[in-house]
């Protein structure tokens, strides 16, 4: 993973010396909140509903133990002994003091973490394809370009002040692990003729308010071109992107009040001017940041095959567990772990500082000192030999980390909600709890398959509801909270919105509506091998309306 240089310590010490000042003005009322609200979001300090929130950048989900340790300390002395992995590849902190945020971004600065631009209208964290630089279908390592573009937009002068936030995202697999599709700028890795690295360039996607799929622009962007291209996208944007209303300022707006071929016009007549300046990329700049993305030296490890086939027909737990939370890995003697922040009943995307600590400490010892954090809020260790799989499970399972539920019904994205968070009008971690407890039986799971269910407390869409195969939108109406359900979402290579199924139901009544959603698809699919998006696509939505409302007419909430 990238290491510091002279530079980077200097200018983020800098950075929290700055803000150390912000804030002790702050809290003498020499600086209005007014004033404060740009800085400290800038430095990812947020007025929640009930307190301050810290959110900590991952770069592109890559971090290691020694980083680990430092999120364990920081929720154990500063905040309620825990911290919650977001969408974004980040982890917020819930019930940090405004007095304390100097303390603990340079705590985490002594550890190359930082919390800048995970607010605010700039270029907000870049993330990437959490498998990366170990899944099988993989053409190329894309975090080496998700760094090159961290360094880029840092405090960019020019980009620092957008017309709204803005998200980038980078995967160099076949299939997308990282929805670029739903991002304001997606690029895909991939390979010419000749064997050369370039992007397929995706812009204007989003969710939100006005849920959009990305166009792509650019089938094959060379390498060295990226920063060029990437810039005159954003000066396009800069210079006409809605500033009057907030509701329309997204990128994704203007590509659709301007239309694809002529944004696709200004952006290649702004790259014109900038393809040989000082942004193209040297090749060796591309190589010398690679090399810190190096795959580890991974021994062979054949013996773990025949001890592997020996656990699984002892334990059927430990074989559920494998079968569902390892994917196979570009070596063939390892895997790629899947830790599940979602137990069953559970907060998902919440870990305890113990758990931190115990996930820093098993990283450290089957893990090769590798941790991602997945936009779909658990951990991943990519690089597990098969032969160690048995005594990490077990050490999980000490510590209630051994739950096989990755990409089942009860593996559940959700916002904090309006638990949280001062926009929400609805509550989504007791909606996702409540789920999650009736579908929680091994057998019940497995009998289902792949289901997304994804849970946003609010329009802004933070729990990704609108690529759930299963969404629900909280919303409020007339004082109480309702929740519309959308079904068809994928955030993948195939990426659709979710279609609105009908009024909105009643929080009492949301588990009994996903069960009788689930219910028809088990009836109506062909084969248990079709999964519930493919039937979905199938069918379409009348089975389902049908089930849910009868004949009474379904309105949308």
């Known amino acids: 993973m990238y290491r510091y240089d002279e530079f980077d310590h200097a200018f983020v010490s800098g950075r929290v010396e700055q803000f150390r000042d912000q804030v002790e003005r702050r809290l003498s009322g020499e600086l209005a909140e007014d004033a404060f609200k740009p800085l400290r979001l800038m430095n990812g300090v947020y007025l929640q509903l009930h307190a301050y929130m810290l959110r900590v950048a991952i770069p592109y989900g890559t971090l290691n133990s020694k980083q680990m340790r430092m999120l364990a300390h920081i929720g154990r002395k500063y905040d309620r002994g825990y911290g919650h992995f977001t969408t974004r590849q980040n982890i917020q902190y819930n019930w940090p003091k405004l007095s304390d945020t100097p303390d603990i971004l340079a705590e985490l600065a002594s550890v190359e973490m930082h919390a800048l631009q995970t607010s605010g209208n700039c270029i907000r964290n870049v993330t990437a394809d959490h498998f990366a630089g170990a899944a099988a279908d993989e053409v190329a390592d894309p975090r080496p370009y998700a760094e090159i573009l961290r360094q880029w937009s840092s405090v960019h002068p020019e980009f620092s002040f957008l017309p709204r936030k803005f998200k980038i995202a980078v995967t160099g697999a076949e299939r997308d692990r990282a929805a670029i599709q739903v991002h304001d700028i997606g690029l895909h890795l991939k390979k010419n003729d000749k064997g050369e690295i370039g992007f397929a360039v995706y812009v204007g996607g989003g969710q939100g308010r006005t849920p959009l799929i990305a166009k792509k622009i650019k089938d094959f962007l060379p390498e060295q071109d990226l920063l060029s291209y990437i810039t005159a996208i954003m000066r396009v944007y800069n210079l006409h992107g809605r500033r009057d209303n907030k509701y329309k300022a997204r990128i994704k707006i203007l590509v659709h009040e301007t239309g694809v071929e002529e944004l696709t016009r200004q952006v290649d007549e702004e790259f014109a001017h900038l393809q040989e300046t000082e942004l193209k990329l040297p090749e060796s700049d591309v190589a010398a940041i690679t090399a810190y993305f190096a795959p580890p030296a991974l021994p062979a490890r054949a013996e773990g095959w025949a001890e592997l086939a020996g656990w699984k027909k002892q334990d059927k737990a430990f074989a559920r567990w494998v079968n569902q939370n390892v994917q196979p890995h570009k070596h063939p003697d390892y895997g790629m772990v899947t830790i599940s922040l979602k137990p069953i009943g559970g907060i998902p995307g919440d870990a305890s500082d113990v758990q931190m600590d115990v996930i820093a400490d098993l990283a450290e010892e089957f893990g090769n000192d590798e941790i991602r954090i997945s936009h779909e809020q658990n951990v991943i260790f990519p690089h597990v030999a098969l032969a160690d799989l048995e005594p990490l499970y077990r050490a999980l399972t000490a510590h209630g980390l051994e739950t096989a539920n990755s990409n089942l019904i009860t593996d559940i994205i959700a916002c904090p ?70 079904l068809g979402g994928s955030g993948d290579e195939h990426t659709s919105i979710g279609e609105i199924i009908g009024r909105g139901f009643e929080p009492s009544k949301v588990t009994d509506a996903i069960e009788t959603i689930v219910d028809t698809y088990l009836g109506l699919r062909q084969s248990k091998d079709e999964k519930f998006l493919d039937a979905y696509r199938r069918v379409g939505p009348q089975p389902f309306k049908e089930a849910l409302y009868g004949d009474a007419k379904a309105e949308a909430a």
Request: neutral net charge; aromatic residues 4%; hydrophobic residues 35%.
């Open 417 to 486: 909600g309006l638990d949280y968070c001062a926009l929400a009008n609805a509550r989504s971690i007791p909606v996702a709890q409540e789920i999650s407890t009736r579908f929680g039986a091994p057998e019940r799971q497995a009998e289902i398959g792949e289901l997304k269910i994804k849970i946003s407390g609010c329009i802004n869409a933070c729990g990704h509801h609108h690529v759930g195969h299963i969404g629900l939108l909280g919303v409020e109406k007339k004082g109480a909270e309702l929740y519309q359900i959308t």
